[in-house]
């Protein structure tokens, strides 16, 4: 069981394009978060997924960012028209349950020009 | 609004000696404190969670609802524990357990 996967480890994308990161849960996990950490500050939550839903989304900014767990595949963090105050590290973590230990994967690094 | 504050960046001690990382939250609710750690090269992981009144690694903390802080201590530093450790504030009984606040962590070194 090689734990929660992310790719990539290291994104660069310019102004205006899109990013997409993945998150491969651990085996047998439906429940997945995303965590965003800035430079300099603490992990701060963005969504919570269980296969096909969204269950809490208040941490996601409005605009441009999206999150979907499909029935079968990773999850997708999806930023549109990226600008440099996206960059950030974008870390996955996932649980077999809702009160479960979290198990977070190394994280994928972006970075807007 | 919830709210994790770790006061000190960076923590030096020496090999041996004791290490008290401190955390601060607020929470109008019942909350649910824990302490994740990552260590260099590593992922982040839980150290521990107040509910379970364990040790782990020689480490410890309580839950100080009066003082709303949740430290974490152990006697006897060892150079491997040198890591960024990191407390988070979660939900008690709500669905989205997993749904952290987290300090902006401390740099711990121990030096030999």
């Known amino acids: 069981n090689a734990g929660v996967m992310q790719n990539p480890r290291h994104l660069v994308r310019r102004r205006g394009q899109e990013a997409r990161l993945r998150c491969s849960p651990v085996k047998g996990h439906s429940h997945v978060y995303w965590y965003r950490q800035l430079p300099e500050e603490g992990l701060k939550f963005m969504v919570y997924?269980?296969?096909?839903?969204?269950?809490?989304e208040s941490g996601m900014p409005k605009e441009r960012f999206s999150a979907e767990f499909p029935k079968e595949g990773p999850s997708i963090l999806r930023i549109q028209q990226v600008v440099r105050g996206d960059s950030a590290a974008y870390f996955c973590?996932?649980?077999?349950?809702?009160?479960?230990?979290?198990?977070f994967g190394s994280g994928t690094q972006l970075s807007v020009l | 609004a919830q709210r994790v504050t770790q006061p000190e960046k960076l923590l030096s001690v020496f090999k041996g000696a004791p290490v008290e990382l401190k955390c601060n939250y607020s929470y109008s609710g019942s909350p649910e404190l824990f302490w994740y750690v990552q260590y260099s090269r590593q992922r982040l992981q839980l150290l521990l969670r107040h509910i379970s009144r364990e040790s782990i690694k020689g480490f410890t903390a309580d839950l100080n609802k009066g003082e709303t802080s949740f430290h974490l201590k152990k006697p006897f530093a060892q150079e491997e524990d040198s890591a960024m450790y990191y407390c988070?504030?979660?939900?008690?009984?709500?669905?989205?357990?997993?749904?952290?606040?987290f300090g902006q962590g401390t740099i711990l070194t121990v030096h030999p």
């Open positions: 997924l269980q296969k096909e839903n969204i269950i809490d």
């Open positions: 973590a996932s649980s077999s349950g809702g009160g479960e230990k979290l198990f």
């Open positions: 988070a504030l979660g939900y008690a009984g709500g669905t989205s357990y997993g749904k952290l606040t």
